[in-house]
């Protein structure tokens, strides 16, 4: 595996696929209420919770092709990424244009949107001071999976 770097690009701080991350009997599912919560004008709060909320059953559809990162840099702020967040990546979905996806780049790794250029595929960052990364017969590319999700750092 290449190591993170930050080469221009955002780098990624790989945590761990969920196919070799086995539950722990100490892990438990938090409180999920039953309603949800005003952006607006405050309601009135409802006293029950409707079940118990496990994240990873919200957020993995594909346990054994899903790891988490952490992202480093700024080069995706314009898709909502930020420093220090955590992405959900999905290695079992097949990327597309349009989708955010974690790939290696002439053996860097690299969080960029993909998109369908003039001349082929390009790795787009969501920050102008950042270049696009186009992609050619001379580039060594693979997309390591597509974010399926980001949680913001505090």
Do not use: C
Not at 38 to 45: D, I, K, R, Y
Not at 70 to 88: K, Y
């Amino acid at each position: 595996m290449p190591a993170p770097s930050n080469h221009g690009s955002t780098g990624i701080d790989l945590i761990g696929a969920a196919s070799q991350v086995a539950p722990s009997s100490h892990q438990q599912a938090s409180p999920l209420f039953g309603a949800g919560v005003e952006a607006g004008f405050p309601s009135p709060a409802d006293d029950y919770i409707d079940r118990p909320l496990d994240l990873h059953e919200a957020l993995v559809t594909h346990p054994a092709a899903t790891f988490f990162v952490r992202a480093r840099g700024h080069s995706m702020t314009g898709a909502g990424i930020h420093d220090g967040d955590l992405l959900v990546v999905d290695r079992s979905r097949s990327p597309a244009p349009g989708h955010v996806v974690i790939a290696a780049v002439d053996g860097e790794l690299t969080i960029k949107r993909l998109q369908q250029g003039e001349h082929g595929l390009q790795l787009v960052p969501e920050n102008d001071d950042y270049p696009v990364l186009d992609i050619n017969e001379d580039t060594d590319a693979r997309v390591w999976g597509v974010v399926t999700w980001t949680i913001h750092a505090p």
